[in-house]
Nanobody
Framework: QVQLVESGGGSVQPGGSLRLSCASS????????VGWFRQVPGKEREGIAC????????YLADSVQGRFTVSKDNTRNTVDLQMDNLRPEDTAVYYC??????????????????????WGQGAQVTVSS
């Protein structure tokens, strides 16, 4: 079974920062398209960022542009999500997901949850004063 593990979640005050990492012991993430998603109770899972095997492939949803950054760390075999200037509306469970394909033919599909087959268990991020 392919396993993904998110780490780095926690609680911060508005304006604070967190860095999430997505790791796998079974696959090399640099070979896959990888997405970050978040979900709150009562709402559908929302795509917020993605990256694939190609250079300069970072893609962010409008809701997090200018505040979040997605990147790869091939030394650690992780895909990281740097979250700055966090807002209470960012509170959610954050998931990473991988697609077996090294990149997607249609870029906008990278923010669609149904694109992906492999998912982590999620990491809670809470932003409150």
């Amino acid at each position: 079974q392919v396993q993904l593990v998110e780490s780095g979640g926690g609680s911060v005050q508005p304006g604070g920062s967190l860095r999430l990492s997505c790791a796998s012991s079974s696959i090399t993430l640099d070979h896959y398209a990888v997405g970050w998603f978040r979900q709150v109770p009562g709402k559908e899972r929302e795509g917020i960022a993605c990256i694939d095997s190609r250079p300069n492939s970072e893609y962010l949803a409008d809701s997090v542009q200018g505040r979040f950054t997605v990147s790869k760390d091939n030394t650690r075999n992780t895909v990281d999500l740097q979250m700055d200037n966090l807002r209470p509306e960012d509170t959610a469970v954050y998931y990473c997901a991988a697609d077996v394909r090294p990149f997607l033919a249609v870029k906008r599909q990278c923010l669609q949850p149904t694109t992906y087959d492999y998912w982590g268990q999620g990491a809670q991020v809470t932003v409150s004063s």
